[in-house]
C-alpha cells in the first residue's frame, strides 16, 4: 500500500522533492497556501532569472553560510545535474558571461515552471491550494486553514524564507514551530540593501548610479562585481555575498565599515605611480587615466580634505580600500532572500526535525545563507532531491 506523503509549501524546494520522490511507494499531495505554485520562483524570473552557477562544485560549495551543511545535499544533485534535469524536461539553459545558468533565451519563467508542474502531474503528484498549514493537531496530525485535519506518514515542510510576503512566504509558522519546541530564529534580511547615510549633496547627484567593476570586502572576505547607489544605501552583487559578515557584525556594533576596492584592477603602487606621473589635475587624472566613473570620483571628493585629495598616496590609498559604513540592514521583506527561520541544530543530517518525527524542513526556511546568483535556487533544489532520495529508500 502507498504511504501518504504530504509536502507543505510549492515553492522551488516544494516542488523539486516532488519531482524525485518515487510515486510507486508514495501518494505525494503538495499543500499550499497561496491559489498557484512557485510564486517566489517566479519573482526570481522577474530580474535575470539565475538557477544555479556553473562554478566547479568545491569552490561552489563555499559560498554557503555555515560552510559544508550543504555538502551531502550537493554531492548528491549538483548544478551540472540540475542543467542536465532541466534539459530532460524541455528546458535548456545557458551560461551567462558571469558564470551564472539562466534558461535558454525567449524561455519565460512561467514557461520553466509549467515544464515542472508538466512533469509533477504526469507523475501524479496531487496539489491542493489555498491549504494554509496552521498547527499541528492530535498525534501529529496536519491542520489547515484553522480547522481542517489531514493525516500523512511523513510530511516535508518547505515554507520558505520571511521576504516577499506577497508569495506567500511569510515566515508566519515561526510560533507554531516554537510552540511544538522546535528552535528559530528571527528572520534577518539577507541579499539585501544596506543603509548608509550618505552625504546630501551626493546622493541628489547619483542616486541609481552603479558602481561597475568594483570589489567590497569585510574582514577577509572579499566579493567582486557592482553596486548600485540607493536613497537608502547600496545594494548589489558586490555586496550581497557580504550579508553573513554585515549580519553577524550588526548584532555586535550599531555600524559596520566595509571597505570598497573602485580599482581591484590595479595594485596600489601601480596607482600611485599613475597619479604621480600624471601632469593633469588630479579630477582630469582619474577620470581619464584611472578611468573612475564621475560617482566614484564625487564620493571620494565629498570625503576627502582638500590636502587628502591632493596627497597622491593617500588618494591612491582611498582609491583602493574606500571606508563604507553600514548602518543597518533592508527591512525583511524586501530582501531577496532571509537567514533565520528554523534553527539547523533542530534537524538532522536528512533535514528531520528532531522534535517531530517524520517530518521534515527544506529550503529557504531553515537558517542558512548564500549569495544570489543562482546559489538560492541550487540550495533549495539540492535540498529536495537529497531528501527525496532519502525518503525513496525508507
Ligand atoms: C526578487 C527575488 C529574486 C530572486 N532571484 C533569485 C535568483 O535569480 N537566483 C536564485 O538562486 N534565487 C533567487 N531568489 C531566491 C529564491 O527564489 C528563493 O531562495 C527560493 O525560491 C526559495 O525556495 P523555497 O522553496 O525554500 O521557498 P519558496 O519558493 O518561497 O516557497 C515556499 C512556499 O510555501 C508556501 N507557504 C508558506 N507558508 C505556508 C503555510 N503556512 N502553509 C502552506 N504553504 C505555505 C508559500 O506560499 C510558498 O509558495 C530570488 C528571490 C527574490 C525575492
Same mark, same amino acid.
Given at each position: 500500500m502507498r504511504r501518504e506523503l504530504a509536502i507543505i509549501g510549492g515553492g522551488t524546494a516544494g516542488l523539486f522533492l516532488a519531482a524525485f520522490l518515487n510515486t510507486d511507494i508514495y501518494n505525494v499531495t503538495i499543500y499550499e497556501k497561496?491559489?498557484? +505554485?512557485g510564486r517566489k520562483f517566479l519573482v526570481a524570473g522577474d530580474?535575470?532569472?539565475? +538557477?544555479?552557477?556553473?562554478?566547479e562544485l568545491s569552490s561552489f560549495k563555499?559560498?554557503?553560510?555555515?560552510?559544508?551543511?550543504?555538502d551531502i545535499a550537493l554531492d548528491h544533485f549538483s548544478n551540472t545535474d540540475l542543467i542536465e534535469w532541466l534539459l530532460g524536461i524541455g528546458i535548456p539553459t545557458f551560461i551567462g558571461s558571469s558564470g551564472k545558468v539562466f534558461p535558454e533565451?525567449?524561455?519565460?519563467p512561467i514557461e520553466v515552471l509549467k515544464c515542472i508542474e508538466a512533469y509533477l502531474i504526469k507523475k501524479n503528484v496531487k496539489f491542493k491550494f489555498n491549504?494554509?498549514?496552521?498547527d499541528w493537531g492530535e498525534e501529529n496530525s496536519l491542520e489547515f486553514n484553522s480547522n481542517e485535519f489531514i493525516k500523512a506518514d511523513y510530511t516535508v515542510f518547505? +515554507?520558505?524564507?520571511?521576504?516577499?510576503?506577497?508569495?506567500?512566504? #511569510?515566515?508566519?509558522w515561526l510560533d507554531v514551530f516554537n510552540k511544538k519546541g522546535v528552535s528559530t530564529l528571527p528572520f534577518k534580511s539577507s541579499n539585501c540593501a544596506f543603509r548608509i547615510k550618505w552625504p546630501e549633496k551626493f546622493i541628489q547627484n547619483n542616486e541609481g548610479k552603479p558602481l561597475k567593476n568594483i570589489s567590497i570586502s569585510l574582514q577577509n572576505k572579499v566579493q567582486k562585481g557592482e553596486a548600485v547607489i540607493t536613497k537608502f544605501g547600496i545594494e548589489g552583487n558586490a555586496i550581497y555575498g557580504l550579508s553573513p559578515e554585515i549580519q553577524e557584525a550588526l548584532v555586535i556594533e550599531n555600524q559596520v565599515v566595509v571597505y570598497a576596492d573602485?580599482?581591484?584592477? @590595479?595594485?596600489l603602487s601601480t596607482l600611485i605611480e599613475k597619479l604621480s606621473l600624471s601632469r593633469s589635475k588630479t579630477t582630469i587624472t582619474l577620470k581619464?587615466?584611472?578611468? @573612475?566613473s564621475r560617482t566614484v570620483i564625487e564620493i571620494i571628493k565629498v570625503t576627502l580634505t582638500k590636502e587628502e585629495f591632493l596627497d597622491v598616496e593617500v588618494l591612491a590609498k582611498f582609491i583602493k580600500k574606500f571606508p563604507l559604513t553600514i548602518i543597518d540592514l533592508a527591512p525583511v521583506d524586501e530582501a531577496i532572500s532571509t537567514s533565520?527561520?528554523?534553527? +539547523?541544530?533542530?534537524? #538532522?543530517?536528512?533535514?528531520?526535525l528532531k522534535k517531530v518525527k517524520n517530518n521534515f524542513c527544506i529550503g529557504e526556511m531553515l537558517d542558512w545563507n548564500a549569495p544570489t546568483g543562482g546559489y538560492l535556487i541550487q540550495a533549495c533544489v539540492s535540498k529536495g532531491v537529497y531528501l527525496a532520495h532519502q525518503l525513496n529508500n525508507k
Open positions: 497561496k491559489a498557484s +505554485l530580474g535575470g532569472f539565475n +538557477l544555479t552557477h556553473s562554478e563555499s559560498k554557503y553560510t555555515p560552510s559544508s551543511f550543504l533565451k525567449g524561455i519565460k491549504k494554509t498549514f496552521s518547505a +515554507l520558505g524564507g520571511g521576504s516577499w510576503k506577497v508569495t506567500g512566504s #511569510d515566515g508566519s573602485f580599482k581591484p584592477t @590595479l595594485s581619464e587615466k584611472i578611468k @573612475l533565520g527561520g528554523i534553527n +539547523l541544530n533542530a534537524v #538532522d543530517s536528512n533535514f528531520e
